[in-house]
C-alpha cells in the first residue's frame, strides 16, 4: 500500500463546476499536510496548508481528518485556469523530516 | 527575491557520462532537497540537508548518486556514470526552519535530464 494515495483521474469537468479531491495517509506519525499544484511541465507549487479545523483560500476548500488518516480539497467555480496536477502531500517528523509526495490527480476544466 | 535557481534547465548526455546538476536556494532556508519526478514513480525524494549538512539519503537510488552541499547557498546532486533509467526531472527544493506547522517547500524549475 502506498503512504499516500489520491484518485487518480483525470477529472473532465466544464468551467464553474465544483469538484472535490480526495487523499488518504497510512502513517499516523504524519504531522503535516499540504496541497502542491503541478502544471505540465513545471515545478510543484504550493497550494495550501491544510489544517485540521479545515480552512479556506477563496475558491478552495481543504479538510483533513485525522481519525480517518483522510485530506480533501474542494475547488467551486472551477475556471480553466484551474487545470492542473493536484499533489496530496504528507510531512513526516519520526526523528528527522521525512516528505512524501501523492501520484497526483490531473484535472481539466473545460469551457 | 529569486527563487530556487536549478542549473542546467535541459541535459542530454550519453550512457556512461558523468552529470552534475545544480541547485541554489533561497537565501536563509535551512533545508534543501532533491527530488527525482518520473510519470512511472512520482516525485520521490533523493536526499535532503539542514544546516549543509546531509539528513537522509535513504532515497538515493544507488552509489552512482551523490550528493553535496559544501555551503549555504549551493548544492550538487551527481551521477556516475548516468544509465537511461536516470532519465527524468530532477527538482531541487528549499525550506525555512520554521516553528509552525507550514513546512512549506519552494520548488526551484527542475532539470529535464536525458541519458540516451
Known amino acids: 500500500r502506498k503512504e499516500v494515495e489520491q484518485d487518480p483521474g483525470p477529472f473532465n469537468v466544464p468551467e464553474g463546476a465544483t469538484v472535490a479531491f480526495n487523499c488518504t495517509y497510512s502513517n499516523s506519525a504524519s504531522q503535516s499536510f499540504f496541497w502542491y499544484r503541478q502544471d505540465c511541465r513545471k515545478e510543484p507549487k504550493l497550494l495550501m496548508s491544510v489544517y485540521s479545523s479545515g480552512n479556506e483560500d477563496g475558491r478552495f476548500t481543504a479538510q483533513l481528518n485525522r481519525a480517518s488518516q483522510y485530506i480533501s480539497l474542494l475547488i467551486r467555480d472551477s475556471k480553466l485556469s484551474d487545470s492542473a496536477t493536484y499533489l496530496c502531500?504528507?510531512?513526516?517528523?519520526?526523528?528527522?523530516?521525512?516528505?512524501?509526495f501523492g501520484a497526483g490527480t490531473r484535472l481539466f476544466v473545460k469551457a | 527575491d529569486a527563487g530556487v535557481i536549478q542549473s542546467p534547465r535541459h541535459e542530454v548526455t550519453e550512457m556512461g557520462q558523468e552529470v552534475t546538476l545544480r541547485c541554489k536556494p533561497i537565501s536563509g532556508h535551512d533545508y534543501l532537497f532533491w527530488y527525482r519526478q518520473t510519470m512511472m514513480r512520482g516525485l520521490e525524494l533523493l536526499i535532503y540537508?539542514?544546516?549543509?549538512?546531509?539528513?537522509?539519503d535513504s532515497g538515493m537510488p544507488e552509489d552512482r548518486f551523490s550528493a553535496k552541499m559544501p555551503n549555504a547557498s549551493f548544492s550538487t546532486l551527481k551521477i556516475q556514470p548516468s544509465e537511461p533509467r536516470d532519465s527524468a526531472v530532477y527538482f531541487c527544493a528549499s525550506s525555512p526552519r520554521t516553528r509552525s506547522r507550514t513546512d512549506t517547500q519552494y520548488f526551484g524549475p527542475g532539470t529535464r535530464l536525458t541519458v540516451l
Open positions: 540537508f539542514n544546516n549543509n549538512v546531509p539528513i537522509d
Open positions: 502531500v504528507v510531512n513526516l517528523r519520526t526523528g528527522g523530516f521525512k516528505t512524501i
